[in-house]
Nanobody, 126 residues
Framework: QVQLVESGGGSVQAGGSLRLSCVVSGFIASGDCMGWFRQAPGKQREGVAG???????NYADSVKGRFTISRVNGKNTLYLQMNSLKPEDTGVYSCAAGGYSDCSGPSLSPPVYNYWGQGTQVTVAS
């Protein structure tokens, strides 16, 4: 059974940084797609960043140039480095894995992903 556990959330002032981690237990193929998503109160879940089998990345326009997604396959770990945080970045951040043996194209669409973590809260104060 695949489980994803996020850590690294917290409260920061605008302009600050946080690094989120997601550790995957169970089998995830090195060729799988993985991503980070967030959900603010009263809003739908949105894709923040995705990474595919070849390390290609995709970012929401709102975070381009500020967030960086990376993965360490040997450690089954996914990261999200968040810099220059803004109050509108506040939300519950969740990592996700597609569950595919070979995934090309880093998607930001939630239905593409079959395994989800519980999420970690990020709060950015103005």
């Amino acid at each position: 059974q695949v489980q994803l556990v996020e850590s690294g959330g917290g409260s920061v002032q605008a302009g600050g940084s946080l690094r989120l981690s997601c550790v995957v237990s169970g089998f995830i193929a090195s060729g799988d797609c993985m991503g980070w998503f967030r959900q603010a109160p009263g809003k739908q879940r949105e894709g923040v960043a995705g990474i595919d089998r070849d390390g290609r990345t995709n970012y929401a326009d709102s975070v381009k140039g500020r967030f960086t997604i990376s993965r360490v396959n040997g450690k089954n770990t996914l990261y999200l480095q968040m810099n220059s945080l803004k109050p509108e970045d506040t939300g519950v951040y969740s990592c996700a894995a597609g569950g595919y043996s070979d995934c090309s194209g880093p998607s930001l669409s939630p239905p593409v992903y079959n395994y989800w973590g519980q999420g970690t809260q990020v709060t950015v104060a103005s």
